[in-house]
């Protein structure tokens, strides 16, 4: 079992910044790709930034050039370094990992933080 608790999310007017940060704790050992993905109100829930296991990040093509993902694995944390804010980026932020069983692949979901951009 793998647990998640973000951290970081709040109010900020467009143009600004905000980290979030993502604790794992329990079998972290089993974790693979971490990543951060937002829901926006009466939207899907949709993928913001992945770290994989490997070193690789992918962020999706609304945030990049803005938003930053990093992982210290030392530290089992995810980071999410949001700057240049919109107020499309509002939603609530869910951190995620992966736990790979050969074939079988669990997801684990953190409660989420709420990111509000005011225009």
């Known amino acids: 079992q793998v647990q998640l608790v973000e951290s970081g999310g709040g109010l900020v007017q467009a143009g600004g910044s905000l980290r979030l940060s993502c604790a794992a704790s329990?079998?972290?050992?089993?974790?693979?790709?971490m990543g951060w993905y937002r829901q926006a109100p009466g939207k899907e829930r949709e993928l913001v930034a992945l770290?994989?296991?490997?070193?690789?990040?992918d962020l999706a093509d609304s945030v990049k050039g803005r938003f930053t993902i990093s992982r210290d694995i030392a530290k089992n944390t995810v980071y999410l370094q949001m700057n240049s804010l919109k107020p499309e980026d509002t939603g609530l932020y869910y951190c995620?990992?992966?736990?790979?069983?050969?074939?079988?692949?669990?997801?684990?979901w953190g409660q989420g933080t709420q990111v509000t951009v005011s225009s």
């Open positions: 995620n990992a992966k736990e790979k069983h050969g074939s079988l692949i669990v997801d684990y």
């Open positions: 770290s994989t296991s490997g070193g690789s990040t």
């Open positions: 329990g079998s972290t050992f089993s974790i693979s790709n």
